[in-house]
């Protein structure tokens, strides 16, 4: 699970739960009815828990093991979500690429078989983003469906964590160095629109300055540009928390160099774009989200001619370092 997700995730919610019952809870995610939400975007949870076991993370002693939302469930929650308007579904879950591996008849589909479910018994859905996914656990299918469906957004959102392999590997991550470089890199090769985003953790214990300076390298390397750095702090009762922990400082100090290589990637990215026209979803007046997941301002003079929930073009003028600047084409 990406360490975002930890960010609301506390000791408290952790102990409250029967550590050893929730770790033997195998059935799927409790049937729920479709939330009413922004008719923008809808947010669909596929999967909740973890199977694995990462170093620094304590949400699998909170939530248990993995656990899947049937196939059929879910592709009635998208239908239900775009009769009702919404242009745009968000897939999410703690880990979602490892969707289907509890679910009898499906434990060797993998996530491309529930997006491929969706996309082909929900034909009016325009837009379909995956939240934040873990690159070595991609398979075949879902790899497919992203590069040739352009129903699914060019927006990836990495869990990487870290770009070094010695802190891969105290992490207990699954990937190394070298295999997110190639995946990203593939992957821009088969989609060129395709834009990254990713999780870093600055500071994890024992790191030394040229294990960071490999994580450094990596928002360049792989072309982050939806950067998300968080600073290590240590969870109670997880092995990382019985490593030799770094300063506060120096933790401070690698998040903040961090943050300014993607700054860089970012502005970079933002200058191509320029010149290009963009299909924007209005999220909220004088706002609307790109497919490659940037934001797009809208000039005052032109929002009331523009529904909420509704898709538009737009000629690319500008950016502000942080969104693009965007001008509706008639």
Same mark, same amino acid.
């Given at each position: 699970?990406?360490?975002?997700?930890?960010?609301?995730?506390?000791?408290?919610?952790?102990?409250?739960?029967?550590?050893?019952?929730?770790?033997?809870?195998?059935?799927?995610?409790?049937?729920?009815?479709?939330?009413?939400?922004?008719?923008?975007?809808?947010?669909?949870?596929?999967?909740?828990?973890?199977?694995?076991?990462?170093?620094?993370?304590?949400?699998?002693?909170?939530?248990?093991?993995?656990?899947?939302?049937?196939?059929?469930?879910?592709?009635?929650?998208?239908?239900? !979500?775009?009769?009702?308007?919404?242009?745009? #579904? *968000?897939?999410?879950? /703690?880990?979602?690429? @490892?969707?289907?591996? +509890?679910?009898?008849?499906?434990?060797?589909?993998?996530?491309?078989?529930?997006?491929?479910?969706?996309?082909?018994?929900?034909?009016?859905?325009?837009?379909?983003?995956?939240?934040?996914?873990?690159?070595?656990?991609?398979?075949?299918?879902?790899?497919?469906?992203?590069?040739?469906?352009?129903?699914?957004?060019?927006?990836?959102?990495?869990?990487?964590?870290?770009?070094?392999?010695?802190?891969?590997?105290?992490?207990?991550?699954?990937?190394?160095?070298?295999?997110?470089?190639?995946?990203?890199?593939?992957?821009?090769?088969?989609?060129?629109?395709?834009?990254?985003?990713?999780?870093?953790?600055?500071?994890?214990?024992?790191?030394?300055?040229?294990?960071?300076?490999?994580? !450094?390298?990596?928002?360049?390397?792989?072309? #982050? *540009?939806?950067?998300? /750095?968080?600073?290590? @702090?240590?969870?109670? +009762?997880?092995?990382?928390?019985?490593?030799?922990?770094?300063?506060?400082?120096?933790?401070?100090?690698?998040?903040?160099?961090?943050?300014?290589?993607?700054?860089?990637?970012?502005?970079?990215?933002?200058?191509?774009?320029?010149?290009?026209?963009?299909?924007?979803?209005?999220?909220?007046?004088?706002?609307?989200?790109?497919?490659?997941?940037?934001?797009?301002?809208?000039?005052?003079?032109?929002?009331?001619?523009?529904?909420?929930?509704?898709?538009?073009?737009?000629?690319?003028?500008?950016?502000?370092?942080?969104?693009?600047?965007?001008?509706?084409?008639?």
């Amino acid at each position: 699970a990406s360490q975002n997700t930890h960010q609301t995730e506390t000791l408290e919610n952790a102990k409250a739960v029967q550590v050893s019952d929730i770790m033997e809870i195998t059935r799927a995610v409790p049937r729920s009815n479709v939330p009413q939400q922004s008719r923008a975007r809808a947010f669909v949870q596929v999967q909740t828990g973890c199977d694995h076991r990462c170093t620094f993370c304590i949400i699998p002693f909170g939530r248990g093991n993995s656990r899947s939302t049937p196939i059929m469930e879910v592709v009635k929650n998208c239908q239900t !979500l775009v009769s009702s308007g919404h242009r745009e #579904i *968000v897939l999410t879950g /703690v880990d979602i690429t @490892s969707w289907g591996g +509890d679910l009898e008849g499906h434990e060797q589909d993998g996530l491309g078989a529930l997006v491929s479910a969706i996309l082909e018994n929900t034909p009016a859905l325009e837009r379909l983003r995956l939240s934040s996914v873990d690159a070595v656990e991609l398979d075949a299918k879902l790899l497919e469906r992203v590069v040739l469906d352009k129903r699914v957004m060019p927006h990836l959102h990495l869990s990487l964590q870290a770009g070094d392999d010695m802190i891969l590997k105290r992490m207990k991550r699954r990937h190394t160095r070298e295999d997110a470089i190639t995946f990203c890199h593939e992957m821009k090769a088969k989609r060129p629109d395709m834009v990254f985003g990713a999780d870093i953790i600055a500071g994890f214990p024992t790191e030394t300055d040229e294990m960071f300076q490999n994580s !450094l390298k990596l928002v360049e390397e792989c072309q #982050i *540009v939806w950067l998300h /750095v968080f600073p290590f @702090s240590p969870r109670p +009762d997880t092995p990382a928390a019985k490593m030799p922990q770094l300063s506060g400082e120096t933790i401070r100090e690698r998040a903040k160099l961090l943050r300014a290589a993607g700054d860089k990637v970012r502005q970079e990215w933002l200058e191509t774009q320029i010149g290009t026209t963009v299909k924007g979803l209005i999220e909220k007046p004088g706002q609307a989200r790109s497919e490659t997941f940037a934001m797009i301002d809208i000039s005052n003079e032109e929002q009331e001619a523009m529904s909420v929930g509704e898709i538009y073009n737009f000629d690319i003028t500008g950016h502000d370092g942080t969104k693009l600047i965007g001008k509706r084409i008639a």
